[in-house]
């Protein structure tokens, strides 16, 4: 599942997910253009806070073009 689905299939709030990880907001939707990719560790930790259903794989490529 790409994070994008993620937040809407859950409805998380980017924003809240984001500041409860202690994660720049800018971070959070970088990561969702595909701006910027997570760090294998900070993937890791993102598909830990999402209990799976985003893997670290699809944190690193989640604009899904790369």
């Known amino acids: ?9 859950e409805g998380i709030n980017p924003v809240e997910f984001a500041l409860k990880l202690k ?3 800018t971070t959070i939707y970088r990561y969702l253009r ?10 890791k930790m993102l598909e830990k806070a999402t209990n799976g259903k985003v893997t670290a794989p699809e944190w690193r490529n989640a604009d899904g073009d790369k």
Do not use: L
């Open 23 to 25: 994660i720049g907001v």
């Open 1 to 9: 599942m790409t994070p994008k689905n993620y937040f809407e299939k």
């Open 34 to 43: 595909g701006a910027s990719s997570p760090s294998r560790e900070r993937a």
